[in-house]
């Protein structure tokens, strides 16, 4: 379906979002550091979380939900941790400070966890779990998310958001492995894709507030979304929230601020990241050749009737990043759209098309 | 059911279980140290990973295959983190070691992790994170299982162990929040404790071979355990594996000896031990506060029809653990005759029954 998709060079639509920041009054190198993230987002493939954010934070800028010039500071360190205040700043911004701390932190103590509250939306978990493995450690990623779509288990209550993980691990010859997951079967952001596409859900991703199945993507806000494994996911999210959120300060559970439908009221986001320095444990390379082997044997089982190939958590992303760094980044129309609406709004060219 | 079995105290299964680590050999402190852990698993309702497993430990170790002096030592360090050698020593006497220097570093780091190799089975992930707990801590614990189950999502070839994470996190009038949970629908144990039964297992725990549901436990052979949320269940087992066993130079994957069905290899187990000091982050009381009023919040939901109750992760086995404290361990008849077996065999009076 993509493949008839316009598509734009990354360089562009970094520079598109870069320009609509400071156009909104960011400074000039936030808005690129911010583009940047954004855009990588792209880049491997989570459509959900890039670009197509961009028109939601310009109204919250302009709302006054952002903070433009937030003073992002360690509040609290000890040799392998700290606290950051966000300041109410972009979430891309402050997690870019939280990874850049734990990594120096981690390459003298070997592991580092950097805490942020007062922080907001930041992309996709996957692009802060990658951040330490271009030192050679491994990152790992914890966060609140920004809208509350789960019950605990049993209950009807939306108190929890999809909480998600992410783990970025470097291997030598093979792409790194990179899970990013939240902790229900579907993300919020599948189902609204279902809904635009006017196709209906599978059973097992929603139930109503019957407990029946809830298969029409139109009617999602009468249900919720189902967690992995039942009680487990229920568990995950809990705890990645305690950790990401309660732990520092930010917000969590009947806290949340539903930032689809409150674009004022500053979120207080919470999330979490850690730096394991792999030298620390031993060889890197070796580690490195051993991740190889352990993808490649994965990848070597024998498979179930119908399956063509088995996959490695992010080979997929991968893959779209080295296709989508060469041939451009395939936009849905109905976004492309939406960004020449904001253009215009704020005084800019359109996308340039090719 | 269990209602009918006959009850233990518990500290007379503790007197049981290190009579009978001693009469194979293992010096007393030690047999001491794995008999209280073993019979805390059984307190807190872990049935399967507690007592349970006393005739399988003595059986590797009558082969040979558990090293009953070793020297468990730190082989790195840097001020957050550790690397032990386990020695091949019994696994609850590794990981309290590392739980212990997980503690002290974190005392003075904020946070610091612990990974081992060279270990064994250690009983529920959650022995493990509830330490740190006692030192107003969070735990996190990670491991690698000691059998594959789980193959790749799409294959059929048993790659994977159903690696489990654990976290505990202390609150203030409220049972701590304890997740401890394998990355599969159902552990193995549950499986086998149907087939016990003659039950049927549900839909959703096995496939077979040809990828149809797999619903009689005497099959199991010819099936593997479900991940839970598809990919997403194989994605946490293989990056739990990763950061558990192959950071730490342990057994991951194709490595990985099945120890039920080899009792004499070194099965060169991988667990990693994190411990994080809440007070690095912030006033202690008040974070147990906010875990309470999370707990809280959770609890009071309205539910779904014909739901009584909900609970929070480890709720239930903190009830468990007060009842069978007061009240005695109710063990299977058929586990005593096992235990009365093993006694007969060592020389050993039977269990006493009050």
């Known amino acids: 379906m993509s493949a008839s998709f316009p598509r734009f060079r990354d360089r562009v639509l970094i520079a598109f979002v870069t320009q609509a920041f400071e156009a909104v009054g960011m400074p000039r190198d936030d808005a690129a550091s911010v583009a940047d993230l954004m855009v990588s987002a792209d880049l491997g493939g989570a459509e959900g979380h890039g670009i197509f954010r961009l028109p939601q934070y310009i109204r919250r800028i302009r709302t006054g939900g952002i903070n433009l010039h ?26 870019k400070s939280a990874a850049e701390h ?17 922080s907001n939306h ?7 779990a990658r951040m330490p493995m271009a030192h050679d450690m491994i990152g790992l990623y914890l966060a609140v998310g920004n809208a509350n779509h789960l019950p605990p288990w049993g209950g009807i209550d939306l108190l929890l958001s999809t909480n998600p993980i992410a783990v ?57 979304l189902l967690p992995i494994g039942g009680y487990k996911g229920y568990g995950l999210a809990l705890v990645f929230g305690l950790l990401a959120g309660t732990l520092n300060g930010a917000a969590m559970g009947r806290d949340t601020i539903d930032f689809n439908r409150d674009e004022t009221t500053p979120t207080n986001t ?33 498979r179930l009737p ?21 041939d451009g980044i395939p936009l849905a129309p109905e976004l492309v759209q939406k960004l020449d609406e904001l253009a215009d709004e704020l005084g800019m060219d359109p996308l340039p098309r090719e």
Not at 276 to 294: L, M, N, S
Request: charged share 30%; proline share 6%; hydrophobic share 40%.
């Open 306 to 326: 119908d399956v063509d190939r088995i996959w490695l958590p992010g080979e997929q992303s991968h893959g779209k990043r080295i296709a989508y760094s060469r």
């Open 70 to 95: 937030p003073r992002i500071r360690v509040e609290r360190e000890r040799a392998a941790m700290a606290l950051i205040d966000g300041d109410n700043g972009m979430g891309h911004l402050v997690l």
């Open 122 to 128: 930041a992309g996709p978990a996957s692009l802060y």
């Open 270 to 302: 919470g999330q979490a990241i850690v730096a394991i320095d792999i030298a620390a444990f031993g060889e890197v390379e070796q580690f490195k050749r051993k991740v190889d082997e352990v993808i490649r044997t994965m990848r070597s089982s024998r």
């Open 168 to 224: 970025g691990i470097p291997a030598l010859e093979e792409p790194p492995v990179v899970l990013d997951m939240a902790s229900t079967v579907a993300a919020y952001g599948k189902v609204k894709t279902k809904a635009q596409r006017g196709e209906s859900m599978p059973e097992g991703w929603m139930i109503d507030r019957e407990g029946r199945p809830l298969t029409d993507p139109r009617r999602a806000a009468e249900g919720f």
């Open 102 to 118: 734990a990594i120096a932190k981690a390459r003298v103590t070997g592991v580092a966890w950097v805490g942020v509250h007062h």
